[in-house]
């Protein structure tokens, strides 16, 4: 009964383990699959010749895409509200590769996208929650209040230096699948934009498409050293979401300590365990120990013993763990997207987690057991036979 007890505690602890494994692998996973479906995968900011940056990148192999972008802040007015959003200005034909954005659109067309015409009203593409938030359909009419100062003569205010107000229509609805993104942003023509917050022709940045997202950073600094602008930043989709990735790494690491813990209990239990058989077998080990057996043959029976828990253990716990994780939780626990971002629990299956957890209890375990073996091992004969038992 002691046996399968201390078998059961290594199960339970490898399970738990490959459990954090699998969901902290699978946020990873899943928060970068957002993330480069949503943003580029390298960007050049604040580029003082955004034509030459772009000509430059498209020549360099791997790169495949470039696109030009402002970005600022803006105030968005629907029927149902006001929101503070980010106004990304961008050029249609570029950006829709460059950002993936032609597969995001759930309502209306990219191509729609376009600057003020005569009698027209300037378009804007809002994302699926943010469009929630204030009200507003394909179609509709929204309202942009930007707090910079306007400089024309023909904006709304009458005094100089106040914001600049524009209407909008809403010509499509994108839904990225990353809850912040779809509630933050909105996207403009780069022309419309430049115009509206007075940039002139300059752009915040130039955004970069990859071919092999992994490679990113190569190829961001290849680009830096090509393009030689001593106040322009390239940055790849890693650094320019890092705090993310950083919060991530030390998630990670705290849930897997936590989780140790149960391996390292379900190891104190076995040794508990075999330190229990080394005193009720003194008599024993005694006799073998007469009979000529050596301290290595005694120190192995114990050890096997521990192993043998250990590996039924940590098939019990992988199995408990992939039916469990792999089979249950993965396609029927729901997340609420305003606070993860994503709306499914994530659980990646990578055999690596499943080798390292099993490994990991083995060595806990084999230690555990490596304590009562040594002491059983050092008994003489002449202990046994001292024995009152």
Same mark, same amino acid.
């Given at each position: 009964?002691?046996?399968?007890?201390?078998?059961?505690?290594?199960?339970?602890?490898?399970?738990?383990? @490959?459990?954090?494994?699998?969901?902290?692998?699978?946020?990873?996973?899943?928060?970068?699959?957002?993330?480069?479906?949503?943003?580029?995968?390298?960007?050049?900011?604040?580029?003082?010749?955004?034509?030459?940056?772009?000509?430059?990148?498209?020549?360099?192999?791997?790169?495949?895409?470039?696109? &030009?972008?402002?970005?600022?802040?803006?105030?968005?007015?629907?029927?149902?509200?006001?929101?503070?959003?980010?106004?990304?200005?961008?050029?249609?034909?570029?950006?829709?590769?460059?950002?993936?954005?032609?597969?995001?659109?759930?309502?209306?067309?990219?191509?729609?996208?376009?600057?003020?015409?005569?009698?027209?009203?300037?378009?804007?593409?809002?994302?699926?929650? *943010?469009? %929630?938030?204030?009200?507003?359909?394909?179609?509709?009419?929204?309202?942009?209040?930007?707090?910079?100062?306007?400089?024309?003569?023909?904006?709304?205010?009458?005094?100089?230096?106040? &914001?600049?107000?524009?209407?909008?229509?809403?010509?499509?609805?994108?839904?990225?699948?990353?809850?912040?993104?779809?509630?933050?942003?909105?996207?403009?023509?780069?022309?419309?934009?430049?115009?509206?917050?007075?940039?002139?022709?300059?752009?915040?940045?130039?955004?970069?498409?990859?071919?092999?997202?992994?490679?990113?950073?190569?190829?961001?600094?290849?680009?830096?050293?090509?393009?030689?602008?001593?106040?322009? %930043?390239?940055?790849?989709?890693?650094?320019?979401?890092?705090?993310?990735?950083?919060?991530?790494? !030390?998630?990670?690491?705290?849930?897997?300590? @936590?989780?140790?813990?149960?391996?390292?209990?379900?190891?104190?239990?076995?040794?508990? !365990?075999?330190?229990?058989?080394?005193?009720?077998?003194?008599?024993?080990?005694?006799? *073998?120990?007469?009979?000529?057996?050596?301290?290595?043959?005694?120190?192995?029976?114990?050890?096997?013993?521990?192993?043998?828990?250990?590996?039924?253990?940590?098939?019990?716990? !992988?199995?408990?763990?992939?039916?469990?994780?792999?089979?249950?939780?993965?396609?029927?626990?729901?997340?609420? &997207?305003?606070?993860?971002?994503?709306?499914?629990?994530?659980?990646?299956?990578?055999?690596?987690?499943?080798? *390292?957890?099993?490994?990991?209890? !083995?060595?806990?375990?084999?230690?555990?057991?490596? @304590?009562?073996?040594?002491?059983?091992?050092?008994?003489?004969?002449?202990?046994?036979?001292?024995?009152? *038992?």
């Amino acid at each position: 009964m002691v046996a399968w007890l201390s078998i059961i505690g290594v199960a339970a602890g490898v399970a738990a383990l @490959v459990g954090g494994f699998s969901v902290t692998s699978g946020f990873n996973k899943a928060f970068a699959e957002k993330l480069l479906g949503v943003t580029a995968h390298v960007k050049v900011m604040r580029p003082s010749d955004p034509v030459r940056v772009m000509t430059i990148a498209d020549k360099i192999p791997g790169i495949i895409s470039s696109s &030009p972008a402002t970005q600022e802040q803006a105030l968005v007015t629907g029927p149902g509200g006001s929101v503070g959003s980010i106004i990304k200005g961008i050029d249609r034909n570029r950006a829709g590769k460059t950002l993936g954005l032609d597969s995001q659109i759930i309502q209306g067309r990219l191509t729609d996208l376009r600057r003020k015409r005569d009698g027209e009203a300037p378009t804007i593409i809002l994302g699926e929650q *943010l469009a %929630r938030s204030i009200g507003a359909k394909v179609g509709d009419v929204v309202s942009l209040l930007s707090p910079s100062h306007s400089k024309e003569s023909e904006s709304w205010g009458t005094v100089r230096g106040t &914001p600049k107000m524009r209407s909008m229509r809403v010509v499509a609805l994108y839904r990225s699948g990353y809850y912040e993104f779809d509630r933050l942003y909105a996207y403009t023509d780069l022309a419309e934009s430049q115009d509206f917050f007075d940039l002139g022709s300059r752009v915040a940045m130039v955004e970069l498409r990859v071919k092999d997202p992994n490679q990113a950073t190569r190829l961001a600094n290849e680009l830096r050293d090509k393009i030689n602008l001593p106040f322009s %930043r390239v940055l790849d989709w890693r650094t320019s979401n890092s705090n993310l990735f950083v919060s991530l790494t !030390m998630q990670r690491i705290a849930i897997l300590l @936590v989780l140790a813990v149960m391996v390292i209990l379900a190891g104190c239990n076995v040794a508990s !365990m075999l330190i229990m058989m080394v005193i009720e077998r003194t008599r024993d080990i005694a006799i *073998l120990k007469a009979m000529g057996a050596r301290n290595g043959s005694i120190r192995r029976v114990f050890l096997l013993e521990g192993a043998f828990i250990a590996f039924i253990g940590v098939l019990g716990g !992988m199995a408990v763990a992939y039916t469990l994780f792999e089979l249950v939780l993965s396609h029927g626990v729901r997340l609420d &997207p305003t606070v993860y971002g994503i709306d499914r629990l994530p659980i990646l299956f990578n055999v690596q987690d499943y080798l *390292l957890a099993g490994l990991g209890a !083995m060595v806990i375990t084999l230690s555990a057991a490596l @304590v009562p073996s040594i002491k059983a091992a050092r008994y003489r004969p002449v202990d046994g036979l001292r024995d009152p *038992l």
